[in-house]
């Protein structure tokens, strides 16, 4: 029989399950619309389109369980889809059109805001930034904040373990779930989402599905820890002379004010300019530009620590040492935020001249100032002219190393040799110093080679005992995270 | 063929396989004289003592691999221990003597303190307070901290997910942990090691080592996050009329010292009368009895905060509105070494009265008093005249609920009793207002049926689904945490 016939009968046989499933889903959790469900299939960076019959929108957990069970009944594979902000592609269907897009937007109810637990537990398609509110409004604070807050979705947040700006005080995503539930892939209801503390009874198998990326269940719920509010917040745009400085200013920062730093995050002189250039209603924040700038955010819930006094004594010692050259300090309000832009919109420059190579590299904090020296060389040598874009999250070890096309070449053509030819030396670099080739984008489908190349063979066969235990029918989001 | 003999035939077969191990393995590695031996064979509570014909201490993690692969090969099981601290018999074999004690104790290498990146690298056999001192040296602080720091090993710390008295600000072990190595059940290494704070590379597989207490592979080594050192600590002993009170006081002082709230312990007046009768050269901290205390402790890392005006302060306003009635302030030394004393002891002076049943319970802090109240009702109700010993890390929700015979008991033959008839109506409660049965201690072989009984069955499902993959021949730790 001929392999042709083979997989066009299986294609078929596919189509059928699929219209089984989609003829047993209660008919207003499913659109086949296809100018709807093509609002689906695109990834954030527009990596790819992938192909689906259907969205399935969900309304409740039990929605959920029933969607699952069908679906792991009939074989039928489901790509779960939060605010679809994923850098990797870890959210957007292959194209062969054999998979449903399972978006969890529905789900966002706030279901319970314990104020004197410190949480509050809430639905997987709950926005970031409502959530933010929700906890601000109870006179707390919930702690995880990144650039995409208006339209990441927690269930997302978490099945990539998010980082952000608040990673430095509050960790990693992983670090603010108390407790979780989900859809297990036969359809089972995985209940831990007790707001508990503490809790060790048994293998803590939410841990497993926090930056699984929704392949080994789907979060439907989640408690999160909420923190003190900051009563006080201080911001200062510095302006450093020697990139060496950074771990030794942080540390200063951090010892002076006893952990009330709460972000610490880079941004190079290329990457102003470019945000500069690209914006020309912003206005730099200091006298004279610099090779290197560093956002520092310093915030206590105490009324009574004199923060802005210590920031400003930091400031002049770090000024009298020369590791400071120039900064400016705002105290909040409509000062603070011009300074959070400089920041925040770097990436809407990159787009603005065609989008960068983004290197989303960790290393120590130690080894980082050699690390973007070394990797700004490296590109220097081969990169016949691309232009550097340097910033993040480095209090946390985290730079988003990223390379631009050079003016006058073709953005997408430069973009896919830059990928071929000189991106694996830099994350060879990485990894060379102790460092990790993916942050916190995660892997998707965009990482799965780098993954491969430079993972620890046990681990990646760890990882595949476990999604062959857990999801033997391979029925969620197919050939993202593990091949 | 009669069972008894198949039995004998195959505890023969057993040995014959113990032996097989036992000569492959370099003669210095094992241990077999029993006299020896005989001290790895009883937990650390004395619930049980099993046998095993010998000891493995390895010396390096290449030493860990071969042992365990060469158990893998002949299908010997090991029982990994470290500082045989467990309060669940989680370290102690069993007593059919068909396994083999693997203890870490001589893996005891510092590897590394990276003080810019705030991480000490370190192996699985090296003493918590050992760390600690390291860390101390270094500049920094491990901001691990429990009762038995001076004997349990950070292996055993991580394998249970350890808590103590610092969790409030610093969270359990787990939340400390940048990178693990471990030798998997087939022998293969997991180094996942690197001490990043960012690595979002696939499943995050350390998460599943650490509270697995050893039955999903052996922890050899930890890359662990430091923190600025505390300059300044400031201990409190406060008197509280009502125990309702607890989750405003603490509130209060969280957002009066902006989190600087390390410690929140809760101390009945039960636990402390027991602990001044058993240890007569100790004092009462206050001028009179209250019924309830909490020894509170403030510390930060800035030398400009006025961390002794604000607990002052703090302090201060919460007499004038009769939240607390009496308190005493220490500010680091002796005298604050003399504070703690009266929260750490309190087990001695349990152990002085013939020992308690204990009930490691967390529940939210919203309902910790209730809870508190609620159970010691139910205790005076149907214990027929146990002595209650209500102490522990209530700032965390966990309350470690004891019970001790009443005077004139045989306390072996009451506390049995009292974990038939009564403990089941405790943890009842417990998880009827949202709680678990088991809040630091882990399930080890002790608590089985409460698994069992409270877990959730998808939950059980899939920690039994990841046993069997991980460790498909059931040689690590068996009979622990999962059936």
């Given at each position: 029989?001929?392999?042709?016939?083979?997989?066009?009968?299986?294609?078929?046989a596919g189509?059928?399950r699929i219209?089984?499933v989609?003829?047993?889903?209660?008919?207003?959790?499913?659109?086949?619309?296809?100018?709807?469900?093509?609002?689906?299939?695109?990834?954030?960076?527009?990596?790819?389109?992938?192909?689906?019959?259907?969205?399935?929108?969900?309304?409740?957990?039990?929605?959920?369980?029933?969607?699952?069970?069908?679906c792991a009944e009939h074989g039928v594979p489901?790509?779960?889809?939060?605010?679809?902000?994923?850098?990797?592609?870890?959210?957007?269907?292959?194209?062969?059109?054999d998979?449903?897009?399972?978006?969890?937007?529905?789900?966002?109810?706030?279901?319970?805001?314990?104020?004197?637990?410190?949480?509050?537990?809430?639905?997987?398609?709950?926005?970031?930034?409502?959530?933010?509110?929700?906890?601000?409004?109870?006179?707390?604070?919930?702690?995880?904040?990144?650039?995409?807050?208006?339209?990441?979705?927690?269930?997302?947040?978490?099945?990539?373990?998010?980082?952000?700006?608040?990673?430095?005080?509050?960790?990693?995503?992983?670090?603010?779930?108390?407790?979780?539930?989900?859809?297990?892939?036969?359809?089972?209801?995985?209940?831990?989402?007790?707001?508990?503390?503490?809790?060790?009874?048994?293998?803590?198998?939410?841990?497993?599905?926090?930056?699984?990326?929704?392949?080994?269940?789907?979060?439907?719920?989640?408690?999160?820890?909420?923190?003190?509010?900051?009563?006080?917040?201080?911001?200062?745009?510095?302006?450093?002379?020697?990139?060496?400085?950074?771990?030794?200013?942080?540390?200063?920062?951090?010892?002076?004010?006893?952990?009330?730093?709460?972000?610490?995050?880079?941004?190079?002189?290329?990457?102003?300019?470019?945000?500069?250039?690209?914006?020309?209603?912003?206005?730099?924040?200091?006298?004279?530009?610099?090779?290197?700038?560093?956002?520092?955010?310093?915030?206590?819930?105490?009324?009574?620590?004199?923060?802005?006094?210590?920031?400003?004594?930091?400031?002049?010692?770090?000024?009298?040492?020369?590791?400071?050259?120039?900064?400016?300090?705002?105290?909040?309000?409509?000062?603070?935020?011009?300074?959070?832009?400089?920041?925040?919109?770097?990436?809407?420059?990159?787009?603005?001249?065609?989008?960068?190579?983004?290197?989303?590299?960790?290393?120590?904090?130690?080894?980082?100032?050699?690390?973007?020296?070394?990797?700004?060389?490296?590109?220097?040598?081969?990169?016949?002219?691309?232009?550097?874009?340097?910033?993040?999250?480095?209090?946390?070890?985290?730079?988003?190393?990223?390379?631009?096309?050079?003016?006058?070449?073709?953005?997408?053509?430069?973009?896919?040799?830059?990928?071929?030819?000189?991106?694996?030396?830099?994350?060879?670099?990485?990894?060379?110093?102790?460092?990790?080739?993916?942050?916190?984008?995660?892997?998707?489908?965009?990482?799965?080679?780098?993954?491969?190349?430079?993972?620890?063979?046990?681990?990646?066969?760890?990882?595949?005992?476990?999604?062959?235990?857990?999801?033997?029918k391979n029925i969620?989001?197919?050939?993202?995270?593990?091949?």
């Amino acid at each position: 029989m001929p392999a042709c016939y083979e997989a066009s009968r299986c294609a078929e046989a596919g189509m059928d399950r699929i219209d089984t499933v989609l003829k047993a889903v209660p008919e207003d959790l499913v659109t086949t619309d296809q100018d709807v469900v093509a609002r689906y299939l695109t990834d954030f960076r527009k990596y790819m389109t992938g192909a689906s019959r259907a969205v399935l929108r969900p309304r409740t957990t039990e929605d959920v369980r029933r969607i699952v069970a069908l679906c792991a009944e009939h074989g039928v594979p489901l790509v779960p889809q939060g605010g679809n902000t994923s850098y990797c592609a870890a959210a957007t269907p292959g194209v062969a059109g054999d998979e449903l897009v399972l978006s969890l937007e529905r789900l966002n109810a706030i279901r319970e805001v314990d104020a004197p637990n410190l949480s509050l537990t809430a639905e997987a398609g709950c926005v970031l930034s409502v959530l933010q509110e929700t906890a601000d409004a109870a006179g707390l604070m919930l702690p995880l904040d990144l650039g995409s807050r208006q339209s990441c979705q927690i269930g997302g947040n978490l099945s990539t373990n998010a980082g952000g700006v608040s990673v430095l005080k509050y960790g990693m995503a992983r670090d603010l779930v108390l407790g979780l539930e989900a859809v297990l892939p036969d359809g089972q209801l995985l209940d831990v989402l007790q707001p508990l503390r503490k809790n060790n009874t048994g293998y803590d198998v939410k841990q497993l599905l926090l930056g699984a990326e929704g392949t080994l269940g789907i979060i439907t719920a989640v408690s999160l820890k909420l923190v003190r509010k900051s009563v006080q917040t201080v911001t200062a745009f510095l302006a450093i002379p020697e990139i060496d400085a950074l771990t030794q200013i942080l540390a200063r920062a951090q010892a002076y004010t006893g952990e009330c730093i709460t972000s610490f995050e880079y941004v190079s002189d290329h990457s102003l300019r470019m945000l500069l250039a690209a914006r020309s209603e912003l206005r730099h924040p200091l006298t004279a530009p610099n090779p290197h700038y560093v956002l520092l955010e310093a915030q206590t819930a105490s009324p009574v620590f004199p923060l802005e006094d210590a920031v400003s004594q930091l400031l002049e010692q770090l000024m009298e040492e020369g590791l400071v050259t120039d900064g400016t300090l705002a105290s909040g309000g409509a000062q603070r935020d011009a300074l959070w832009v400089l920041r925040e919109h770097i990436p809407e420059a990159e787009v603005a001249n065609g989008g960068s190579v983004k290197h989303d590299v960790s290393v120590t904090t130690s080894r980082l100032p050699a690390f973007v020296k070394e990797a700004s060389a490296l590109v220097e040598d081969h990169s016949e002219g691309g232009r550097l874009s340097i910033y993040g999250h480095v209090g946390d070890g985290n730079v988003h190393f990223n390379v631009v096309a050079p003016v006058g070449a073709v953005p997408a053509t430069y973009k896919a040799w830059f990928e071929r030819e000189v991106s694996p030396r830099i994350y060879d670099l990485a990894v060379a110093m102790g460092g990790s080739f993916g942050a916190e984008y995660g892997i998707g489908r965009v990482k799965l080679d780098l993954l491969d190349r430079y993972g620890n063979p046990a681990k990646i066969a760890l990882m595949r005992a476990i999604k062959t235990a857990v999801d033997p029918k391979n029925i969620l989001n197919p050939g993202k995270v593990v091949r």
